[in-house]
């Protein structure tokens, strides 16, 4: 067995900078002793490691450290239950959250397997297509990639890179190779390029370089990449698929005006990466080549049926395949590799990629298993042929609805549905020998899903996203939903689908895109949280201008809220994830409030400067007319924010993940302290409207985690005997248990499409109705219904404003993130597993 010694070459560059990741760096020498600790903590023993990582320090030395060891490492996003019962594991490793250093998990002591001793790593094949045959890459294929890398991209000990892609993706893995290798320093990130933040590191980190794929261009388009001043940008190396020549010459003359250099370069997973390179001063001229071998290897064409196939010569050609464990212990089975693309040779000496050989097709940078996509397609009734154009999976298809055909092979292949084109007919175009005519296919017109029916664009639209960034594996909660944004995400899913599932905010995307769409003509399923927002809005609005009275709307609010943050702040991300989610809601809340309050202070004494800081609760007065009327906005952030911060506290995350229900029930019973004491903070008269109603709030938090009919008896029984004697008024009373009651009973209602789509509109704009009735009502004087109806009118049209603003600031920055929602979908998100183990690792954080 080659021992490698990891350690030692980093140690040989002492105090040179290493790693830098969120203003925090780590030296060579230090990661030296913590990669040297890793591997003495896994022992000496050869054992089969699968790692699941990220780009932060504690991932790149669990890995470092586990080939220190001498294991070998299968690297991959996620350890999923099909990789471990496929290839069984010695031991596992999970990325952690914090970025810090992940404990090993072992399975068993020594090994189950026979490794061969040349074994270094396993990657995927395909991307996200959930195969589980894996590449064998040995040290020598490793070490020779990287090498060669180093020396045609000149990687000099100034240099740094940016981590745009994942590393264990084989294209982000060589980056990290060949910049360790040099004593070049890495930015570790997992942002991507359409936040202002990537953008900011990049530059106070003076970072040279950055890898991308075709999709990383259309994103660097959307945020105005070509205006940008980066002075400390030295190249950027494209690979992951073709990218079109006429961008390819666009970014290399941009290039050249601005003092960088683009290489275009070719590769695959099974030649650990790399393979040719398009010297950047032949790009503006030969945007089409893929241009020459790297150093260290060679290309020859070999007659092909429909031309020269390109075929691959150099230490860096994979060992073979391995789809058992079994496969871990054979000998090294190739000299050359074919790479399934037919191509020709320039008289420059350039290559050229003409076609594809083989079954596979190469979209956003994942590797498409036609096959499979087909074989999926007829179990489900829709006998196909896939093929690709460069840009769009293609499925011709003899019978059948396309647009469910096109929403099954975008989950099948980890595809947005935009990216997949469909076609209806009579039979599979063929060739005279009987072949798939392939070229006929690829150019039949596509029946387009109506983007009604595009689950993934109603998510984007409805969380500031771009579709193709929204990982289908993740749910509503992970890519950062909130109460804001779900009643009308809800309404839309629900007119999609014909009827929405209760349980849909945890639903993934792909799982909503499986689901049948049904027409009913019953009318529409709505939210019950969402009705009660619309009828308590009204009612509080109505009984203040006198209308009628109903009183207790804003105390079911309340209830509301506390459901909500359940449900949407209450998740399986980390804790520093959700408050921060949760802190960027409140935000949305007490931004607009205190805009509007101190709007109105220069034309009357309607507020004072305590309204605008939402401090009148803490601060008074007390006693003035308008002290009450931005009550519930201020207890509500309030109470929010205490939530969230107690969530914060790792004693609390840990007992809320353990127990949900019983979690928010104790939560509740110390929160019904003050339901009875008010240890006279507030008046008798005022503690129903100040912070200590929050037992109201938790009563809602605690219905939203109820899973059984005794968790939901048990809350109606604490529900009952609170509620009643809490107000003078009975029939307050009684509309607050009403609430409830629906809160913990009844989780949607079924009602016509009118009334759902009015109550949603209402239940979307009631904070800002709650804001500004207060000014409108009066206008009007005794004209009350008049009055309710403007002042309804008037909280849509400023919602509506506020959503236009919030559109207009996301365009203008080129950043979905100013949404207030957390960026779930990154680049190649497709090839992120972290979504999908966020349930497992919950469980790792409560052991």
């Known amino acids: 067995m080659t021992t490698p010694r990891i350690a030692a070459h980093l140690h040989g560059f002492g105090d040179r900078i290493a790693l830098v990741h969120d203003g925090r760096e780590l030296r060579y020498a230090e990661l030296a ?23 932060d320090f504690g991932s790149l030395i669990a890995y470092l450290g586990a080939l220190e060891a001498g294991c070998a490492v299968l690297l991959t996003g996620s350890v999923t239950a ?70 045609y991209l000149a990687i000099a000990e100034t240099d740094r890179a940016a981590t745009t892609l994942p590393f264990y993706y084989c294209y982000g893995l060589s980056v990290l190779h060949s910049y360790l290798l040099r004593g070049a320093s890495l930015l570790m990130t997992s942002r991507s390029v359409l936040e202002p933040e990537f953008w900011d590191d990049f530059g106070a980190q003076r970072a040279t370089s950055f890898a991308a794929v075709p999709y990383t261009f259309d994103l660097l388009e959307r945020i105005g990449f070509d205006r940008m001043a980066l002075p400390h940008l030295r190249y950027i190396t494209q690979a992951g698929g073709r990218l079109a020549p006429e961008r390819v010459r666009h970014y290399a003359q941009l290039g050249e005006r601005t003092g960088w250099a683009l290489y275009v370069m070719y590769g695959q997973t099974e030649a650990t990466a790399r393979m040719a390179y398009l010297p950047p001063r032949l790009a503006a001229e030969h945007p089409d080549c893929i241009g020459i071998p790297i150093p260290g290897g060679t290309f020859t064409l070999e007659p092909v049926e429909g031309g020269d196939e390109l075929v691959y010569h150099g230490p860096n050609v994979m060992m073979g395949y391995a789809e058992t464990p079994a496969e871990l212990a054979l000998e090294p089975q190739l000299t050359r590799l074919r790479t399934g693309d037919l191509a020709c040779r320039t008289p420059d000496g350039l290559y050229r990629v003409i076609g594809r050989r083989s079954r596979f097709a190469k979209i956003f940078g994942l590797r498409i298993d036609l096959q499979r996509i087909e074989s999926g397609l007829a179990a489900a009734g829709y006998p196909a042929c896939c093929t690709d154009d460069g840009e769009t999976l293609v499925a011709a298809i003899e019978c059948g609805d396309t647009a469910a055909a096109a929403r099954l092979a975008a989950r099948l292949s980890g595809l947005p549905v935009g990216a997949v084109r469909v076609a209806a007919v009579e039979s599979i175009p063929r060739l005279p020998n009987g072949k798939p005519d392939y070229p006929t296919i690829r150019q039949l017109p596509g029946t387009p899903v109506a983007a009604h029916t595009d689950i993934r664009t109603l998510f984007a ?17 992970d890519l950062g939903g909130d109460s804001l944004t779900y009643v009308a995400l809800s309404v839309r899913l629900d007119r999609a689908l014909g009827q929405l599932p209760v349980s849909w905010p945890t639903m993934s995307v792909a799982e909503l895109e499986s689901l049948p769409r049904r027409r009913n003509r019953f009318g529409r399923s709505l939210d019950t949280g969402t009705l009660l927002r619309a009828l308590a809005i009204i009612a509080v609005v109505g009984s203040h201008i006198g209308l009628f009275v109903l009183w207790g709307g804003a105390h079911v609010l309340l209830a509301v809220a506390g459901f909500n943050f359940a449900r949407f702040a209450v998740t399986a991300a980390p804790a520093a994830q959700r408050l921060r989610r949760t802190l960027r809601t ?107 109603a929050c037992w109201l709030f938790v009563l809602g938090w605690a219905a939203a985690k109820a899973t059984t009919p005794w968790h939901r008896l048990l809350l109606s029984a604490v529900a009952v005997a609170t509620v009643s004697g809490y107000f003078d008024e009975t029939d307050r009373e009684r509309m607050i248990l009403a609430g409830i009651m629906l809160l913990i009973w009844l989780p949607s209602v079924r009602v016509p499409a009118l009334i759902a789509g009015t109550a949603a509109v209402l239940a979307d704009a009631s904070l800002f109705t ?42 203008a920055t080129g950043s979905a993130a100013l949404d207030g929602q957390d960026l779930g979908g990154r680049l190649l998100s497709q090839l992120r597993d972290e979504n999908v183990s966020r349930n497992r690792l919950a469980g790792k954080m409560i052991e």
């Open 33 to 55: 002793e913590r990669v040297s600790a890793y591997a003495h903590d896994l022992g000496s023993g050869r054992r089969l490691v699968a790692l699941a990582a990220r780009n």
């Open 82 to 151: 099909e990789l471990i019962d496929v290839y069984d594991p010695d031991l596992v490793i999970e990325a952690t959250q914090d970025g810090s250093t992940p404990r090993p998990h072992p399975r068993r002591t020594g090994s189950a397997h026979t490794l061969h001793p040349e074994l270094a790593l396993l990657l995927s094949t395909s991307g996200s297509t959930g195969s589980p045959k894996l590449v064998r890459l040995s040290y020598r294929n490793v070490l020779a990639n990287a090498e060669s890398i180093a020396e």
């Open 461 to 477: 639209d409805a969380l500031g996203l771009h579709p193709e960034t929204i990982d289908p594996r993740a749910s509503f909660a």
């Open 586 to 692: 409140t935000a949305f809340i007490a931004i607009p409030t205190a805009v509007w309050v101190a709007a109105t202070l220069p034309f009357s004494d309607y507020y004072g400067w305590q309204n605008v800081l939402l401090l009148n609760k803490i601060l008074g007065p007390h006693d003035s007319a308008t002290a009450g009327h931005l009550w519930f906005v201020e207890v509500l952030v309030y109470i929010v924010l205490a939530s969230a911060l107690l969530l914060r506290l790792p004693i609390a995350d840990r007992l809320e993940r353990l127990s949900p229900f019983w979690f928010a029930t104790g939560l509740l019973g110390v929160a019904l302290i003050f339901r009875y004491r008010s240890f006279n903070l507030y008046t008798p008269d005022n503690v129903a409207f100040s912070p200590l």
């Open 770 to 811: 709650y804001l500004v009735h207060w000014q409108v009502y009066p206008l009007f004087g005794q004209h009350h219904l008049v009055a309710l109806l403007v002042s309804l009118a008037a909280g849509v049209a400023a919602a509506r404003l506020m959503g236009l603003a919030r559109a207009v600031a996301r365009t």
